[in-house]
């Protein structure tokens, strides 16, 4: 089934060297240096909504404002708000009406209960107030930001309660940690990520950059989503997929496609695309399962990506692809693109797999980059 759409979401937040994210005074504490805040200042530049919780407002009291005119006029230029939309969680509504938050920068949402949207509005906050029902989900808060507002881009900037709850669900894309040199050293202090479950296995790390006296770490979650929820893992597994279908020998007899084979703690396993290491005939999903042992205990709680679906019909060769995937123990499977008449009639990979009890999520945002290579077969 096609999934609604959620913006990318990128978490950022700087921490002690002990992990804290502040100290226990009134102060906010600062962790990091002039130049890692005019980094973050580009970074709000570059984002449609700024998301903190309801704690951070009162503990801080933020503008969370893009400071540089520069960057504020790029934004005008580009056709977008000065400022990006300001977005708050709250359960009770309880928030002061004469903070920062309110009366400064941008538009103002706010994401409540149906109890915490009478609070907020007998407090009058400068806000649209949206109720999301007897308790907050974050999907549907996402999905809601990006259909209602247009949000496409995110950035959460703490504190601790809401980072730990979007990387547990599995809905963070991205994480920007700054590490800072000092100490806290209390443990009434807040932490970065609280206890729960998180993704088993290693996060990708994607970059780091020393900036004055501090280091920025940018980390992508690895872990596939479970069942037909897709989680921001499986948008960079499959924009992979649809990458590797750019690297296929061109034909105008098959489509090229990619696809890269996921182990449920985010390993990845193998990758293969359509005609690879001169194979006039293999398939993506042929070739990349075809490099594992058929014998590997991952492979039942495996994912495939594959940017276009499997094929369920073939002259070519004996076993169509959606056979393969079943025939490796494989139960899930997350694509782009579902296959067109091209080259056979009604084809429906994902259908025979759902059939056979495999989990098929579609994610049609990618059929466009799925698709970009074929575009001489499919006009
Ligand atoms: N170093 C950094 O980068 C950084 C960045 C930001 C914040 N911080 C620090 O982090 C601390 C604040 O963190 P925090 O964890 O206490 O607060 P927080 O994450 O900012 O906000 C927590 C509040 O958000 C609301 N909330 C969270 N999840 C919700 C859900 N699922 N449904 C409904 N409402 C929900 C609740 O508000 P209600 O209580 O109103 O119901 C909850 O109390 C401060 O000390 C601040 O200085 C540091």
Same mark, same amino acid.
């Given at each position: ?16 060297? =002990? $992990? ?15 130049? =890692?805040? =005019?980094?973050?200042? @580009? ?36 056709? #977008?708000?000065?400022? !990006? ?74 504190? *601790? ?26 443990? #009434? ?6 206890? $729960? ?9 994607? +970059? ?11 980390? +992508?979650?690895?872990? !596939?989503? /479970? ?6 893992? %499986? ?12 690297? &296929? ?26 005609? @690879? ?13 075809? #490099?594992? =042992? ?26 169509? &692809? ?18 067109? %008449? /091209?080259?056979?009639? *009604? ?33």
């Amino acid at each position: 089934m096609p999934h609604p759409y959620v913006p990318y979401v990128l978490l950022s937040a700087a921490v002690s060297l =002990d $992990g804290y994210l502040d100290d226990t005074g009134p102060d906010r504490l600062l962790l990091s240096s002039p130049a =890692d805040f =005019d980094r973050v200042d @580009e970074v709000r530049a570059s984002v449609d909504a700024i998301l903190i919780g309801a704690g951070t407002i009162r503990a801080d009291n933020p503008r969370l404002l893009v400071n540089s005119p520069q960057r504020r006029a790029g934004r005008v230029a580009a056709g #977008k708000p000065e400022y !990006p939309l300001k977005v708050t969680v709250t359960a009770s509504g309880d928030l002061d009406p004469t903070a920062n938050f309110w009366h400064t920068g941008g538009d103002k949402l706010v994401y409540t209960t149906d109890k915490g949207a009478e609070r907020a509005r007998e407090l009058g906050l400068a806000a649209d107030v949206v109720a999301l029902g007897p308790d907050l989900d974050w999907r549907v808060l996402l999905e809601h930001l990006h259909a209602v507002r247009g949000v496409d881009r995110l950035m959460v900037e703490g504190g *601790g309660t809401i980072h730990t709850q979007l990387l547990q669900q599995g809905l963070a894309d991205e994480l920007h940690l700054v590490l800072s040199p000092l100490f806290v050293g209390d443990d #009434k202090a807040p932490r970065l990520f609280g206890p $729960g479950t998180y993704q088993p296995g290693r996060l990708r790390l994607v +970059e780091t950059r020393p900036i004055e006296d501090v280091v920025l770490m940018r980390y +992508e979650p690895t872990a !596939p989503g /479970t069942g037909d929820l897709p989680s921001a893992a %499986d948008h960079h597994w499959l924009a992979l997929a649809c990458d590797l279908a750019a690297d &296929c020998p061109p034909s105008e007899t098959a489509f090229s496609v990619g696809a890269v084979v996921v182990a449920d703690d985010g390993t990845e396993l193998s990758r293969g695309h359509s005609r @690879e290491a001169g194979d006039p005939v293999v398939h993506a999903e042929e070739a990349a399962l075809a #490099k594992i =042992d058929p014998q590997d205990p991952r492979l039942p709680t495996a994912t495939v990506y594959t940017s276009l679906e499997p094929c369920t019909h073939r002259a070519s060769r004996p076993k169509p &692809c959606a056979q393969l995937i079943l025939d490796a123990g494989v139960r899930r499977v997350v694509t782009a693109w579902r296959e067109p %008449d /091209t080259f056979v009639e *009604g084809a429906d990979g994902s259908g025979a797999l759902a059939a056979r009890g495999v989990t098929v999520v579609v994610l049609p945002e990618y059929e466009e980059r799925a698709k970009a290579p074929n575009s001489h077969l499919t006009g």
